[in-house]
């Protein structure tokens, strides 16, 4: 793992002129409220070494799903709603173009989704020349059951990882993905469970995502004290797996009450930070 001391601060590089919902007391990892299509312009170029994003997937439609052995809406939220094909796609294409410019050379960026968006996102790609490195599928073991009986039940999601563009060498950890298999090269199949109960001990999200899968991620893609962004940070999975390995974070997210949920895990997460001074 690497050494947190050793890491740079996001500060010097990632500075933005506009107010942070909150900053770590080191620095090291901030929350912005708001539109990540401005906030992201705000950020300088090439300041961002990884990026990983969980856009909306535009599935809230009003269908129904089973949680917990029980029916429930599909519905997450307003900005889990379709605007149409079209609309959806150029949003789509709009932040991942505003992410390219962010990216430094080297850097790479991971996208998850299910079918409901992961096409726009992998034609987006294309269109904007990013460079496919792997396409990961994610298994969930136990998905819930389909009600209708019409379809298989889902239960995979996929998430596409890219370099900034052709010409980028792109930082991989060959050998430690290859040790956590076992001594085997690791395959584009993860089977990994939903988020723990403990992992939603500080509050719920409709789409968290499992800590496991972010530290995968992050451990594979991020050499030593990266700066890591997330611009729908959520419940702030991908926050709380870069403060732990040592890695600088800013995340972004339209909804205070999601910011303060991540704010709770990360304090929770972070002792060392209990002796140190808030950042102003
Ligand atoms: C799919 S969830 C991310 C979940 C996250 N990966 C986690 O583990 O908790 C998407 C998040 O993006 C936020 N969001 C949606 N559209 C946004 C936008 N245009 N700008 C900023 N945040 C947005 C939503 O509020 C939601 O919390």
Same mark, same amino acid.
């Given at each position: 793992m690497p050494d947190p001391a050793k890491a740079h601060t996001p500060a010097g590089d990632t500075d933005i002129d506009i107010d942070a919902y909150w900053r770590s007391p080191d620095d090291r990892v901030r929350l912005y409220h708001g539109d990540s299509l401005e906030l992201l312009d705000a950020l300088p170029a090439e300041s961002v070494d990884t990026i990983f994003a969980d856009p909306p997937y535009f599935l809230s439609n009003g269908g129904m799903t089973c949680k917990n052995g029980k029916r429930a809406s599909v519905n997450k939220g307003k900005?889990?709603? +379709?605007?149409g094909v079209e609309e959806n796609h150029e949003f789509n294409k709009r932040w991942l173009a505003a992410c390219q410019r962010l990216l430094k050379p080297n850097g790479t960026i991971w996208v998850s989704g299910t079918s409901h968006v992961i096409y726009s996102v992998g034609f987006a790609m294309q269109q904007l020349c990013f460079k496919q490195l792997n396409e990961i599928v994610w298994e969930k073991p136990n998905p819930p059951p389909?009600?209708? @009986?019409?379809?298989?039940t889902h239960a995979t999601e996929s998430i596409l990882w890219a370099a900034r563009d052709r010409k980028s060498k792109h930082y991989f950890a060959y050998s430690t993905m290859r040790e956590e298999n076992g001594g085997k090269q690791m395959k584009t199949v993860w089977r990994m469970t939903a988020p723990k109960k403990s992992e939603k001990s500080h509050g719920k999200h409709p789409t968290q995502k499992p800590i496991d899968l972010l530290r995968r991620i992050l451990t594979a893609s @991020?050499?030593?004290?990266s700066v890591v962004l997330d611009?729908?940070?959520? +419940?702030g999975t991908t926050g709380v797996a870069a403060a732990s390995l040592g890695h600088n974070y800013i995340g972004f997210d339209l909804d205070a009450d999601y910011l303060e949920l991540t704010k709770r895990r990360l304090l929770a997460d972070n002792e060392r930070w209990a002796g140190l001074r808030v950042v102003s």
């Open positions: 900005w889990d709603q +379709s605007r389909n009600l209708s @009986c019409r379809y298989f @991020c050499d030593e004290g611009p729908f940070n959520g +419940s």
